[in-house]
């Protein structure tokens, strides 16, 4: 923390502004952080750099973005993201953004132009009279943000930083400092680090409600991604229940994928057994947890809403009943763990017997020489090697990529798989690995395509830090969510990229590379990317003709209006569950 002026030595050196935030920010948990520097910026970037935080200079202010998000959830902690003025700022908005969709806690620190040169056309000129208001106010992208105007105003802007972090959910903060005050003396005291506080206890007589309704009847689980704390406890209370568990992409593995009572998993790249289950033996209500329901997790799909309606539970009092309006729904602000345990304690025993058996689980396609990479075949490669065999976290990119993981793999546990559906960037992943493989101290496995990983990429961060982050890329030159999805609408456009060697292009960053065209390789070779334990990219030649898990996306499309009654029918896919 900063020296006091009044109890300094004679000659001690005060701390500069930039050097107090940066203590204050290790204080209050942070371990990381991730950026592009910049003249404007040099004062925070050199204290950060001095400090117990470690610092990872990426190479483009997104990607640090998306690697920031995935490393706060694979520790825990907040992560800060820096930016210099103007470009190094607005590049870094489209990782803040999905950093506030996906609920991590974020602090951007960035520069802005000092006020005496304001309007004088500085370099790279950052101010209210260039950028929109909602750079520097909280709203939509930031749940806190301002621009400090002098060196006075940090003990103030740390205290509320300090708050936001305190409380449940995600905080996306945005801090934004003058060059000319990032090295001025810095003579007060910051405040002392708030304890973190407990969630407010629930009514006893909403619980009693919500208990009455449970045992009313016949009830299934939805599950969200805010769910994940409570794994557990929600094994626990379906069993009580016997109640038949669903859950969004984000959210697979919370409650286990082999269990008799999971029915499969909703929304993009979901499995046909959940429609299945809702038409032949549709529950009377379902309890939502920590899901905003929104198009990737139901497609606002009439079919999934229940008789008697929702309960929702989620700790923003502004989810519950949005996504379906016209559906009865008992609002429940609170965190799921909160809630999960008030109501255990209303139901010691097991309620009912009613229990949802999964069908079997179908084999995967055996591997063959004499075709082209089947997608789904890699799938089973990937949850034999990457998930069962070495435990690492598995990633996967918006598109195809996407969709086919969610679909084929299976996980047991929650924190094993990550994927973002709301703002759903392409490169998110691709760059996002690298953040997960430092801070989650495991192999981290992303899935992407060919079109994402030449979008967004931070290789060379990877090779920098060594961290063990392989990239498997489903490489059929093209964007392929893009050209089926065109085929089955009827519509037409060009969605073709030039043939890539990526094992080449790692090779010449400096991680490891190589190219596989035959399925009976794809074992062999990433069980070897994995065991390098260090930077590596496997260029994986699939098939491009075979369609993706992705016709309930369509489906919603044609609902919207878009398409031609020309475009071919919903294609057929193998199911795994």
Not at 348 to 369: E, F, G, H, M, Y
Request: glycine residues 10%.
């Amino acid at each position: 923390m900063a020296v006091d002026s009044a109890t300094a030595p004679a000659g001690a050196r005060l701390q500069n502004t930039s050097e107090a935030l940066a203590d204050f920010l290790s204080a209050v948990g942070v371990r990381y952080a991730f950026g592009v520097s910049g003249g404007a910026i040099a004062a925070i970037w050199g204290a950060l750099s001095a400090s117990k935080i470690q610092v990872v200079h990426f190479r483009q202010e997104t990607g640090a973005g998306f690697a920031a998000i995935e490393a706060h959830f694979a520790s825990g902690a907040p992560v800060v993201v820096f930016a210099t003025t103007g470009p190094g700022l607005t590049n870094a908005l489209t990782g803040m953004l999905a950093a506030r969709g996906e609920g991590a806690k974020i602090i951007l620190l960035s520069a802005c132009t000092t006020a005496s040169n304001r309007g004088r056309w500085a370099i790279q000129e950052t101010d209210s009279d260039f950028l929109p208001v909602g750079f520097t106010a909280p709203g939509a992208l930031f749940h806190m943000a301002t621009a400090m105007e002098s060196a006075e105003a940090l003990p103030q802007i740390a205290r509320r930083i300090a708050n936001g972090l305190a409380r449940p959910g995600g905080f996306v903060c945005h801090l934004s400092i003058p060059t000319g005050l990032q090295a001025v003396p810095f003579p007060n005291s910051l405040p002392g680090i708030l304890p973190v506080r407990q969630p407010d206890a629930l009514p006893e007589s909403l619980i009693n409600d919500c208990v009455a309704l449970l045992r009313e009847g016949t009830v299934a689980l939805w599950l969200g991604y805010g769910a994940r704390a409570a794994s557990e406890q929600i094994r626990i209370l379906a069993e009580r229940l016997g109640a038949p568990v669903m859950c969004s992409p984000r959210a697979k593995g919370i409650f286990p994928e082999d269990h008799e009572l999971f029915v499969g998993v909703t929304g993009m790249g979901g499995h046909d057994t959940v429609q299945s289950y809702m038409s032949q033996n549709p529950p009377q209500r379902i309890l939502v947890l920590g899901t905003r329901l929104g198009e990737p997790t139901s497609f606002w799909s009439p079919a999934m809403v229940p008789a008697e309606g929702f309960i929702h539970v989620d700790i923003d009092p502004d989810v519950p009943g949005v996504a379906y309006p016209q559906a009865f729904t008992l609002p429940v602000q609170a965190d799921v763990s909160t809630f999960v345990s008030a109501v255990l304690k209303k139901l010691p025993d097991i309620v009912n017997t009613r229990n949802q058996l999964r069908k079997p689980l179908q084999p995967s396609p055996k591997p063959s020489a004499d075709i082209k990479i089947r997608p789904e075949v890699l799938m089973g490669t990937i949850q034999r090697i990457a998930i069962e065999k070495h435990d690492c976290l598995i990633m996967a990119e918006s598109g195809n990529s996407f969709t086919w993981a969610t679909h084929y793999l299976r996980f047991t546990q929650a924190g094993r798989y990550r994927v973002s559906t709301g703002v759903g960037s392409m490169g998110h992943c691709a760059a996002g690995v690298v953040g997960a493989a430092l801070a989650g101290q495991r192999g981290a496995v992303a899935i992407v395509g060919d079109g994402a990983l030449l979008m967004n990429n931070e290789i060379s961060t990877a090779v920098k830090l060594g961290v063990p982050a392989v990239w498997v890329v489903l490489n059929d030159f093209r964007y392929n969510m893009c050209e089926q999805g065109m085929a089955v609408l009827g519509l037409h456009a060009d969605a073709r990229i030039p043939a890539v060697d990526f094992g080449l292009l790692a090779r010449a960053l400096g991680a490891d590379g190589e190219v596989v065209e035959s399925e009976l390789d794809l074992d062999k070779a990433l069980d070897a990317a994995i065991t390098a334990r260090r930077p590596f990219v496997l260029d994986v030649r699939i098939d491009a003709a075979c369609p993706a898990p992705s016709m309930a996306r369509n489906r919603g499309l044609r609902a919207q209006g878009i398409g031609t009654p020309s475009g071919s029918q919903d294609i057929s896919f193998p199911s795994k569950h």
